[in-house]
């Protein structure tokens, strides 16, 4: 037994001292992405706590502040059109108990006058504009302005026309593939291989595991964006309906795990951006790029856009 370990722990010790060396020094074994665009500044559903969150409106409101990049989701209606909205199922935001894919788009009902902000309980939402946009036309109206697109469906019907529409407005380059599950998200990477993509909840456990084994340094990374909660707001902005999060314990050993510069600062250094959300306080916003996180989602663009004033941010990564 001895004798094994003369040899075992020279050998481990020489693999965690390479394995740190080369985390800190990323550029020796990878080439540093450079995406298209670089983004500090991300509209949550455009900005769902100062206008109704996916509509026109909202958008509207979050590029005039000032917002580098907007997330929405998309569903399908009965006859085929992409909708932008967070939720297929309807009753949260009209109190209609109907679902976008049961509808034909003349259909579709208006949102609720006031609409509570998912990640700010207690907070809501008022605008003059309430109905339901169409992905095309915030393609035609922002032609320039990256859009980070989460697919919750598995449905190949919609990730086609998704990727058709992006490919039809010339903004593969500017348009992120998101989706937290794996399956949905080989489907969209299949349908269009130009599109940046996101790490999926299990590819982020894998990124985990990587970095704990000490393995992440020597491997390749596909994903160019890594969007992940800021875990101090859950329990005080954000109330998660699991009952498990609700465990400040569990939130704890999360943050723990997850919140660590070491690994935010080597994914950043190779290219990858890092996105924390959502920050809808100033204490959030200042916290998530104190952790080295590259940009900050949130629900209000105003406020984000008045802290950057005053906290400009580091220079960006490569960008093409």
Not at 5 to 11: G, K, W
Not at 157 to 164: C, D, E, H, Q, R
Not at 240 to 258: F, G, Y
Not at 290 to 300: E, N, S
Request: hydrophobic fraction near 35%; proline fraction near 5%; aromatic fraction near 10%.
């Amino acid at each position: 037994m001895a004798s094994y370990l003369y040899y075992l722990l020279p050998a481990l010790g020489g693999y965690t001292l390479t394995s740190l060396y080369f985390l800190k020094n990323p550029h020796i074994l990878h080439k540093k992405k450079c995406t298209a665009f670089y983004c500090t500044h991300i509209s949550h559903r455009g900005g769902s706590g100062e206008k109704i969150e996916s509509t026109m409106e909202a958008f509207t409101h979050a590029i005039e502040e000032g917002t580098d990049m907007l997330e929405l989701d998309c569903h399908l209606t009965r006859d085929g059109h992409v909708i932008v909205s967070h939720d297929e199922k309807l009753s949260r935001q009209t109190g209609h108990d109907v679902t976008i894919s049961s509808l034909n788009l003349e259909e579709l009902p208006l949102y609720k006058e006031r609409l509570e902000v998912t990640f700010y309980a207690g907070h809501y939402s008022t605008g003059k504009d309430r109905q339901f946009a169409l992905l095309e036309d915030i393609f035609r109206k922002f032609p320039k302005i990256p859009i980070n697109i989460e697919i919750k469906e598995d449905n190949c019907v919609l990730i086609k026309k998704v990727s058709s529409l992006v490919k039809e407005y010339s903004r593969e380059d500017i348009t992120v593939w998101a989706s937290v599950q794996s399956n949905i998200m080989r489907k969209c990477r299949r349908e269009n291989t130009s599109m940046p993509y996101m790490f999926t909840k299990s590819r982020g456990l894998q990124l985990l595991l990587l970095y704990y084994s000490g393995l992440l340094p020597f491997l390749p990374l596909g994903e160019s964006f890594l969007q992940f909660y800021l875990p101090q707001i859950i329990n005080r902005t954000y109330i998660p309906p699991s009952s498990i999060l609700r465990s400040r314990m569990v939130i704890s050993v999360i943050e723990k795990l997850t919140m660590r510069k070491s690994l935010l600062k080597h994914l950043t250094d190779r290219g990858i951006q890092v996105h924390l959300f959502v920050c809808n306080e100033e204490q959030d916003m200042e916290a998530a790029f104190a952790l080295g996180a590259t940009g900050v989602m949130t629900d209000y663009p105003t406020l984000l856009s008045n802290y950057l004033r005053t906290h400009p941010p580091t220079d960006p990564p490569c960008t093409q």
